[in-house]
């Protein structure tokens, strides 16, 4: 009788905990960058800490590679393949307002710029809907990108029609401006298209001298007092998946994403900068500030993108004007 009790007390307890293992929801993460790129051993582990915590463990997350390459990280979230991931909105021609925090000269951290990103999003950017089919959960932008070359750079006259791998968005608009042949692939390529002679060089921000080990094929770095230009980059979720949880747990999702997980972006991305320049140096990189006359020079040459960019804004209904000079007036003032 008493074997038959403790049986049954048993049976009881498991299923009073049951209902709370089977609610559990694992948020699968898509992310296409190396395993040890910040992004995925600080970024991703983080926020998914703080939505294990928020939720008290109802859902957690897990990061999958290779599901797709870093071009199809929208559609593999929309279709409800992955739950999450980050994609670059540079690989698609269809982004115009998330430009705004590529602009050349911000002159600022990632961090400040991901947080002003968020706040001027939220405020005039959003209008444009740009992210529609996927819930937007963060923004960031990388830090300020620079030159970098197998050859030394005199002036910039030196680009015209070298072979340079451009990211897409005003990192490309920047490569044509300035007489390049672009060469366009997606980050986890780069490394390979500089080693074999595909490219001649890059624009990239100083991280990617260590975390794509870009320190082995470009020997040059010339930094553009301001910024080359800034990258833009989105957080985004299944609609359903956040659909599918507790009202509880959907507010809980969204109380740790938003600008905390774009400021933290901004801050890895930072980090990775510090520990990019680190490597450079050791490696022996040849590292040169462009001169006052040379930064002059390239804001002239840039300045009719920023004004197209603003008639674009304009035409999808955003106040560019104001949206461009609050995103600065935040991210210079943070």
Same mark, same amino acid.
């Given at each position: ?32 960058a190396? =395993?040890? !790129? ?5 970024v991703? =582990? ?7 915590e ?34 670059? !909105?540079g690989?698609?021609t ?10 050349p ?7 400040? +710029? ?17 992210h ?24 910039l ?19 044509k401006?300035?007489?390049?042949? +672009? ?47 800034y ?24 109380s ?6 774009s ?72």
């Open positions: 009788m008493i074997k038959q009790l403790k049986l049954l007390g048993l049976a009881c307890g498991l299923f009073l905990v049951a209902p709370t293992l089977f609610a559990q929801e694992v948020l699968n993460i898509s992310s296409w190396p =395993p040890t !790129h910040h992004m995925n051993a600080v991703w =582990p983080t926020w998914g800490k703080w939505v294990e928020a939720t008290e463990g109802r859902v957690t997350a897990k990061i999958e590679y290779k599901l797709a390459s870093p071009l199809k990280q929208f559609e593999l979230v929309r279709d409800g393949v992955a739950d999450a991931a980050w994609i670059f !909105h690989y698609n269809r982004y115009v307002a998330t430009q705004a925090v590529e602009m000269n911000l002159g600022t951290s990632a961090e400040a +710029a991901s947080v002003a990103y968020w706040r001027v999003h939220q405020k005039y950017l959003a209008k444009a809907d740009e529609r089919g996927v819930t937007l959960i963060g923004l960031t932008s990388h830090g300020p990108a620079v030159i970098q070359t197998k050859s030394a750079l005199k002036g006259g030196d680009l015209s029609g070298q072979k340079i791998r451009v990211p897409g968005g005003v990192g490309s608009l920047v490569g401006a300035l007489g390049v042949t +672009a060469v366009k692939l997606p980050a986890p390529k780069v490394y390979e298209a500089l080693s074999s002679g595909v490219a001649d060089g890059i624009f990239m921000p100083m991280e990617t001298q260590k975390s794509f080990r870009l320190k082995e094929v470009v020997p040059f770095v010339t930094i553009m007092p301001g910024g080359l230009y990258g833009s980059f989105a957080f985004i979720m299944n609609s359903d998946f956040l659909a599918g949880l507790s009202e509880k747990d959907r507010a809980a999702v969204m740790v994403s938003g600008e905390k997980l400021k933290l972006s901004g801050q890895q991305w930072d980090a990775a900068d510090t520990a990019g320049l680190a490597a450079a140096k050791e490696a022996g990189t040849t590292i040169t500030t462009a001169s006052a006359e040379i930064h002059k020079k390239y804001l002239a040459i840039m300045a009719p993108v920023e004004t197209e960019w603003l008639e674009r804004a304009n035409k999808a209904g955003i106040d560019g004007k104001a949206a461009l000079e609050e995103l600065r007036a935040i991210a210079r003032s943070y």
